[in-house]
């Protein structure tokens, strides 16, 4: 799904000939959303990030014949469906060793603290209290915002001790109003003053209506997205209440089952789908009136350093 998301920011990039990173004070995003936005805070393009997808998405999503899909399936009943490891190593030959807090734009990741079951963010050094996750490596953080329950086994996080993550998504979904808060609260800004320029991962059509007089085995699937379709539409209506209008959204409406998470043969498709929307009118003259406009956000100076390697 993050194909879709980062191929519509690179198409971006390319129209208006400007790198998000430089423009906007305060980057979010959560688990692919995560992974890309790391990615842009430590210099990388959005068409550099999008290589990830068409490069690594195979390897760490692999196709296999019916027999191993079904094996697969089976395997998901009792474990996580896809490789820790393999995620893993397909960051670090993205990011390197680079540091968490190496990044040239304020960074704001959810995850969620599993061990002491609440809400969680890693932050970049961009207020006086935020100097826990900056030496953490960039993987590190990646890798705790992307756990998705089921899908990937839970993320230990070296720099914090014992600590163990899963996918910010489960409260998260959409970060928007994360972002929001963290701009009014921490960084001072009006909520007035705040434009956000909001990607999603594809959405498809959704009611609950068939479900008004089902028990547990017949909302089954549908409950999990009743509470994820709800948290977002909660993120973005309160984001355009609360900019009075700062706030744009750019989606696609799909056909449901078209796309799954796990699905790397579908990337290319994903990649198509966010060109196109990318480059509509309605999107690409906002995006390069208010966002990519050729006005840099001024520079990010954090306010703690990375620790020197070695030290």
Request: glycine share 10%.
């Given at each position: 799904m993050g194909a879709f998301s980062v191929s519509v920011l690179a198409e971006l990039e390319k129209a208006t000939g400007c790198l998000a990173a430089d423009h906007f004070d305060l980057i979010t995003g959560t688990s692919t959303g995560g992974i890309i936005a790391i990615g842009l805070g430590l210099g990388k393009s959005a068409e550099e990030m999008k290589g990830f997808y068409t490069e690594k998405g195979p390897r760490i999503f692999p196709n296999a014949g019916f027999t191993r899909r079904l094996g697969n399936t089976l395997r998901h009943l009792f474990k996580p469906k896809c490789s820790h490891d393999l995620l893993e190593s397909a960051l670090e030959e993205v990011y390197g060793d680079r540091k968490f807090g190496e990044s040239k734009c304020r960074l704001l990741i959810p995850t969620y603290d599993a061990n002491q079951g609440r809400i969680f963010l890693l932050k970049t050094a961009h207020h006086e209290r935020?100097?826990?996750?900056?030496?953490?490596?960039?993987?590190?953080?990646?890798?705790?915002?992307?756990?998705?329950?089921?899908?990937?086994?839970?993320?230990?996080?070296?720099?914090?001790?014992?600590?163990?993550?899963?996918?910010?998504?489960?409260?998260?979904?959409?970060?928007?109003?994360?972002?929001?808060?963290?701009?009014?609260?921490?960084?001072?800004?009006?909520?007035?003053?705040?434009?956000?320029?909001?990607?999603?991962?594809?959405?498809?059509?959704?009611?609950?209506?068939?479900?008004?007089?089902?028990?547990?085995?017949?909302?089954?699937?549908?409950?999990?997205?009743?509470?994820?379709?709800?948290?977002?539409?909660?993120?973005?209506?309160?984001?355009?209440?609360?900019?009075?209008?700062?706030?744009?959204?750019?989606?696609?409406?799909?056909?449901?089952?078209?796309?799954?998470?796990?699905?790397?043969?579908?990337?290319?498709?994903?990649?198509?789908?966010?060109?196109?929307?990318?480059?509509?009118?309605?999107?690409?003259?906002?995006?390069?009136?208010?966002?990519?406009?050729?006005?840099?956000?001024?520079?990010?100076?954090?306010?703690?350093?990375?620790?020197?390697?070695?030290?």
């Open positions: 935020f100097k826990f996750d900056i030496d953490a490596r960039a993987v590190d953080v990646a890798l705790a915002t992307a756990a998705a329950p089921t899908y990937f086994s839970q993320a230990p996080f070296p720099e914090h001790q014992g600590a163990s993550y899963v996918d910010g998504g489960v409260w998260a979904n959409c970060p928007a109003l994360v972002g929001l808060v963290e701009a009014t609260h921490f960084l001072g800004q009006k909520p007035t003053d705040v434009d956000i320029l909001s990607i999603g991962t594809t959405d498809t059509p959704f009611n609950v209506a068939g479900n008004a007089q089902s028990g547990v085995f017949g909302w089954a699937k549908g409950l999990v997205n009743l509470f994820m379709t709800a948290q977002i539409e909660a993120s973005m209506k309160t984001s355009m209440l609360m900019t009075h209008g700062g706030f744009h959204r750019i989606d696609c409406m799909v056909a449901e089952g078209r796309f799954a998470l796990d699905d790397a043969g579908k990337v290319n498709e994903l990649i198509g789908i966010g060109r196109g929307v990318a480059v509509k009118k309605e999107h690409l003259e906002v995006v390069e009136s208010r966002f990519l406009n050729g006005n840099p956000a001024a520079p990010f100076v954090p306010i703690h350093a990375v620790t020197p390697a070695g030290e």
